[in-house]
């Protein structure tokens, strides 16, 4: 009977959570909390009326008294506030924030633990899940029971309604713009969580912590938005040729106030750097409107753009594989096109 017991004849027992509370790992940035992890505490809501949400950030700056002043007020479901900061949280290393989860889930028993999926959360929560000796769910688009969810497999071929049997916490990362937040309407009063400082005195020196060291950040400074949250993707594919050539996408880009995006064949040949790749090992993005240039429309790109709510393709071959998902296509050269938009869109 044990053996048939420990076999898959007997599935596991889904946990039935006495009580729902959620922690949010937060990622910040100049004293705001990141639209991504505004998402992440949607999610925690959709999980049940009753959930209790606290959501935890960590810094060393004097930026992070500003995030917690905003992330007490950046959501109507926020119950509490948790603030570490430590010099071990200068920069969101997930050797030390994969420890602190472990501290503030022993102390705190939440049910959920939640990150979006972007870099920062995708970096911690396989860590922290592995010191709790949980198996997390990653990737979730639609979260239909507190321990039911759905995710893309085949890179976004398909979707997979799984359910979580392991014991608590169930940790999972969401697609930030499957649970993109409704605005507050007018007139609604905000309601401020209070916000209480983590118990740090046991975190203590530990090898693991100190595993990863920070060397330095690169990045361009821009006055686009940001490609995972902007409201106009434009996104220019190996066709271009090369590096000089993508300037005509960032020009069109800045002329409608959009974020440039690119293939990965355009990012390898190196016309643009890795983080505008849009794609299965790129950004997910689900802009209002989405345009492509000389993009043939792989799956592993189609994965990361798919639920662009208007898509628009400009693509030579009338057979390209962008078409079956665009809403608007045009077949033609975008070395004519392209010059022909910049000539008749108005200066922004
Ligand atoms: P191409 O496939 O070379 O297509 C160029 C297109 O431009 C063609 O359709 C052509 O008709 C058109 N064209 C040419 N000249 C013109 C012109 N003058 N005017 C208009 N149209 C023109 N790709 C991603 O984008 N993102 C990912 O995250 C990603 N992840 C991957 C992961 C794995 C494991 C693998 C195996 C692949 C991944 N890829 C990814 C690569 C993907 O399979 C494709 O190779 C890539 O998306 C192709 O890029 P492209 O459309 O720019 O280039």
Not at 6 to 19: C, H, K, L, Q, V
Not at 74 to 87: M, Q, Y
Request: net charge negative; glycine share 8%; with cysteine.
């Amino acid at each position: 009977l044990r053996a048939f017991r420990n076999s898959s004849i007997f599935p596991r027992i889904a946990p039935t959570y006495r009580s729902l509370s959620t922690l949010v790992l937060a990622e910040h940035e100049g004293g705001t909390i990141k639209a991504s992890s505004i998402s992440a505490v949607e999610a925690a809501k959709s999980l049940g009326e009753e959930n209790s949400v606290s959501v935890l950030l960590a810094g060393s700056c004097a930026s992070l008294k500003a995030a917690a002043d905003q992330a007490a007020l950046c959501h109507p479901s926020i119950s509490e506030v948790l603030v570490a900061e430590s010099d071990h949280f200068t920069y969101p290393l997930a050797e030390p924030w994969a420890k602190l989860v472990h501290v503030v889930q022993q102390k705190g028993g939440y049910s959920h633990i939640i990150a979006a999926s972007g870099s920062f959360g995708k970096n911690i929560i396989p860590r922290a899940a592995a010191l709790l000796d949980v198996s997390p769910v990653t990737d979730v688009t639609n979260i239909i029971e507190s321990n039911i969810f759905v995710r893309p497999i085949y890179a976004g071929n398909a979707l997979c309604t799984v359910r979580y049997t392991g014991s608590s916490p169930c940790m999972l990362t969401i697609r930030a713009t499957s649970f993109s937040v409704p605005s507050t309407s007018a007139g609604s009063k905000p309601t401020l969580a209070p916000i209480d400082r983590v118990d740090l005195s046991t975190f203590g020196e530990d090898d693991a912590v100190v595993k990863s060291r920070y060397i330095k950040l690169s990045s361009e400074e821009t006055e686009r938005p940001d490609l995972g949250n902007a409201r106009v993707v434009i996104t220019g594919g190996r066709a271009l040729k090369s590096a000089e050539n993508f300037k005509m996408i960032e020009k069109l880009a800045e002329k409608l106030g959009a974020a440039v995006g690119a293939t990965r064949a355009a990012v390898d040949a190196g016309y643009v750097p890795n983080d505008l790749q849009v794609g299965q090992t790129g950004k997910i993005v689900a802009p209002e409107l989405y345009m492509a240039f000389g993009v043939s429309g792989a799956i592993q790109h189609i994965a990361g753009m798919r639920d662009s709510k208007v898509i628009v393709a400009v693509n030579k071959d009338a057979d390209a594989s962008i078409f079956q998902v665009a809403d608007y296509g045009l077949v033609g050269d975008l070395f004519e096109v392209i010059p022909e938009l910049l000539e008749k869109l108005p200066e922004k």
